[in-house]
């Protein structure tokens, strides 16, 4: 399993390369076959004196996912939609979308991949026609998230200290706007 979270406090943490970088070391130090592969790919970019380009970075991945065979590998990215977006360039986050369906295209049976973003318009039309409706998850649809976001509001309200002196309706007021303008966060 592999893990990586794009952060938009983090400018290092917002771009493929970053995501490939770390996906990469983290399943390297998972088995001694995977651990080779990298080793290899190190020395042959001059014990890391020499950056790797991210198309090289990305066949490094795909060697590594090949490499495993039958055992399933995880690939969590969390928070895409952290990854900036700009309209009329090529964006990290387009670069990420399309990373994202090259690996779904290799058709291995043996790799989860699991998404979470906000439900952006342009992730959506990336992601939705590339996974079956039985693989996705809108949180942001889902009962239990309102209801556990009203929950944690009502909580605060009602715990603190200035605001337990306040009018009944205005707790409520608050309450309401505040779970019904999260939008799912």
């Known amino acids: 399993m592999a893990y990586f979270f794009f952060d938009l406090r983090d400018t290092g943490k917002q771009h493929p390369r970053a995501f490939l970088s770390s996906i990469l070391v983290q399943l390297g130090h998972q088995t001694l076959c995977l651990s080779d592969i990298l080793l290899e790919f190190y020395t042959a970019h001059q014990h890391g004196s020499d950056q790797p380009s991210v198309g090289a970075l990305k066949e490094c991945l795909m060697k590594m996912l090949e490499a495993l065979g039958e055992g399933p590998i995880y690939v969590i990215v969390d928070a895409l939609d952290e990854c900036p977006h700009t309209l009329g360039v090529q964006s990290s986050r387009r670069e990420m979308l399309e990373l994202i369906k090259e690996l779904t295209g290799l058709n291995l049976s043996n790799l989860r991949l699991c998404v979470t973003s906000r439900p952006e318009v342009d992730i959506w039309n990336v992601l939705e026609p590339i996974t079956s409706t039985s693989n996705r998850i809108c949180l942001h649809l889902e009962d ?27 707790k409520s007021l608050v309450i309401q706007v505040l779970s019904d303008r999260a939008d799912g966060v």
Do not use: A, F, H, T
């Open 144 to 170: 239990g998230q309102k209801r556990d976001l009203i929950d944690y509001v009502s909580s605060i309200v009602y715990s603190d200290k200035e605001m337990k002196k306040w009018q009944e309706d205005d």
